[in-house]
C-alpha cells in the first residue's frame, strides 16, 4: 500500500517548475446515468431522502430521479485529459446539486479510476463558487505540496430530486469540465493557474469561460 502525505506550511512558494493548464475537456451528459433507472436504487434513494427532508416538511419527488452520477462522469472525464502512461498526485473534485448515489465516496472512487491513485477530495455546497474554491486549493497544493500533476473535475448533474422551496438555477443536462494541471512537456503551451485567480469576479469567468459554461 502507498501512502501519500503532505505537510502543512504557512509558507507559500512558487511550484518547483513552471506550471500551467495543459489539458482541458468538456463533457455533456445527456442522457440519465444507468442507475437512475434501476428500481431497487430508485427505492433506497427515495427512503434516504424522505428521511433527510423531512424534519424541513419537504418530500422527494421520483419522477425526477434521473439524474446522473459523478462517479460516472468524472471517470470519463479522467479518460479525456489524462495522457496515457502519465499519473496524476492530486484530483480535486468540485459540485454543487447532489449526487445521485449519495451513499459513495465518490472522490475516493475516482481516485482508484485514475491514474497514479491521487490524494483526492471534494468541494461543494459553496454554489457557483466551488470551481473558484477549488482551483485555488490546487494552486495552494501546487506550491506548497510538491506535486507535478493534479486534476480538476467541475461536474453538475441536472435533476434535483426535490423541491428546495425556494427559487433554485439547475442546469438543463448534466455536464463536467476538467483541467490537467502540471508541467508542461516539451512543444506544449499552457497557460498558468494564477492567469485564472483573479480578484475581479468579472475578469475570472471571462478568462475561465469553460467553468463559466458548466456552472451555467
Known amino acids: 500500500?502507498?501512502?501519500?502525505?503532505?505537510?502543512?506550511?504557512?509558507?507559500?512558494?512558487?511550484?518547483?517548475?513552471?506550471?500551467?493548464?495543459?489539458?482541458?475537456?468538456?463533457?455533456?451528459f445527456p442522457e440519465p446515468a444507468a442507475l437512475a433507472g434501476d428500481p431497487v436504487h430508485a427505492e433506497r434513494l427515495e427512503r434516504y431522502l424522505t428521511d433527510l427532508l423531512n424534519p424541513y416538511g419537504l418530500s422527494p419527488t421520483p419522477a425526477k430521479?434521473?439524474?446522473?452520477?459523478?462517479?460516472?462522469?468524472?471517470?470519463?472525464?479522467?479518460?479525456?485529459?489524462?495522457?496515457?502512461?502519465?499519473?496524476?498526485?492530486?484530483?480535486?473534485l468540485a459540485y454543487s446539486i447532489p449526487?445521485?448515489?449519495?451513499?459513495?465516496?465518490?472522490?475516493?472512487?475516482?481516485?482508484?479510476?485514475?491514474?497514479?491513485?491521487?490524494l483526492a477530495f471534494a468541494v461543494t455546497d459553496q454554489g457557483g463558487a466551488g470551481a473558484i474554491t477549488a482551483l485555488r486549493l490546487v494552486d495552494a497544493y501546487a506550491r506548497s505540496g510538491g506535486?507535478?500533476?493534479?486534476?480538476?473535475?467541475?461536474?453538475?448533474?441536472?435533476?434535483?430530486?426535490?423541491?428546495?422551496?425556494?427559487?433554485?438555477?439547475?442546469?438543463?443536462e448534466s455536464r463536467g469540465v476538467a483541467l490537467?494541471?502540471?508541467?508542461?512537456?516539451?512543444?506544449?503551451?499552457?497557460?498558468?493557474?494564477?492567469?485564472?485567480?483573479?480578484?475581479?469576479p468579472g475578469a475570472w469567468w471571462e478568462r475561465a469561460g469553460v467553468l463559466a459554461e458548466v456552472l451555467g
Open 99 to 118: 449526487d445521485i448515489t449519495p451513499g459513495r465516496a465518490t472522490a475516493a472512487h475516482l481516485s482508484h479510476a485514475c491514474p497514479g491513485t491521487p
Open 147 to 172: 506535486l507535478r500533476r493534479a486534476l480538476l473535475l467541475v461536474v453538475e448533474q441536472h435533476s434535483l430530486p426535490y423541491d428546495p422551496g425556494l427559487p433554485v438555477t439547475v442546469p438543463a
Open 180 to 200: 490537467l494541471f502540471g508541467e508542461p512537456l516539451s512543444g506544449e503551451r499552457v497557460a498558468e493557474p494564477a492567469e485564472l485567480l483573479s480578484a475581479d
Open 65 to 92: 430521479q434521473d439524474g446522473h452520477s459523478y462517479g460516472e462522469m468524472g471517470a470519463a472525464l479522467i479518460r479525456a485529459t489524462v495522457p496515457a502512461g502519465e499519473s496524476v498526485d492530486l484530483l480535486v
Open 1 to 28: 500500500m502507498m501512502i501519500r502525505t503532505f505537510s502543512y506550511t504557512n509558507t507559500v512558494d512558487a511550484p518547483s517548475a513552471p506550471w500551467g493548464i495543459r489539458r482541458t475537456a468538456r463533457l455533456a
